[in-house]
């Protein structure tokens, strides 16, 4: 989306660690809005775009680029076949488990996830190919709230991994940039915003 006149443009870093196993349970960042929303003055920030960039920093691999590469697969000696999640979503609730966060769950604002499979073939016992499959869902703002999303507190980035070996006991940062307009919120609105806060 082209940055219109009035537009705000947001940008934050933040890492997050993986475990030998290359879990991470669900942690959050915190996006400070303080500069752009007051209750007292109802002024609210809409969020038209939100974008996010999953780097590595420490890559062994692709050390000049900081790219992080997301294919799991090949890190993985599984015979059986590996499936990895990496899900990575913007909120204003603070979900207890990103398990529970979907598309329809409530101010739940965009949502993305990496999914990477092997699925190697077996003959007599014996590995004889292997098929690799990736995943790269994302549900923006846009998606989620045609009618627009406007926030009066901090934003919350939710993270959470499984099996995602191939950063495992490692730490991978994410930037994020947001694309959002100041506007003016009704006492109806701020009312029923605040309220559903206290509700959480």
């Not at 014996?126 to 627009?148: I, K, Q």
């Not at 947001?178 to 701020?190: D, L, N, S, W």
Request: aromatic share 8%; net charge negative; proline share 2%.
């Amino acid at each position: 989306m082209a940055k219109n006149v009035g537009d705000v443009i947001l940008r934050d870093r933040m890492e997050f660690d993986l475990d030998a196993s290359g879990d991470r349970t669900t942690v959050y960042g915190r996006i400070d809005l303080s500069s752009y929303i007051s209750v007292t003055q109802k002024k609210g920030l809409a969020i038209k775009e939100i974008f996010f960039q999953v780097r590595e920093q420490t890559s062994t691999t692709l050390d000049n680029t900081g790219v992080w590469d997301w294919m799991v697969a090949d890190e993985v000696a599984d015979a059986g076949g590996h499936t990895a999640a990496l899900k990575v979503y913007a909120t204003t609730r603070a979900y207890e488990n990103a398990a529970d966060v979907g598309i329809a769950s409530p101010d739940v604002i965009c949502l993305r996830e990496w999914i990477s499979q092997t699925s190697p073939g077996v003959n007599g016992g014996d590995n004889v190919g292997t098929s690799y499959a990736y995943t790269d869902r994302y549900y923006g703002p846009m998606d989620l709230h045609p009618e627009g999303y406007t926030v009066v507190s901090d934003l919350l980035i939710g993270v959470a991994a499984d099996r995602w070996l191939a950063n495992a006991e490692s730490t991978l940062e994410i930037d994020v940039l947001i694309i959002a307009e100041e506007v003016k919120v009704t006492q109806e609105r701020m009312n029923d915003m605040l309220s559903q806060a206290q509700d959480l």
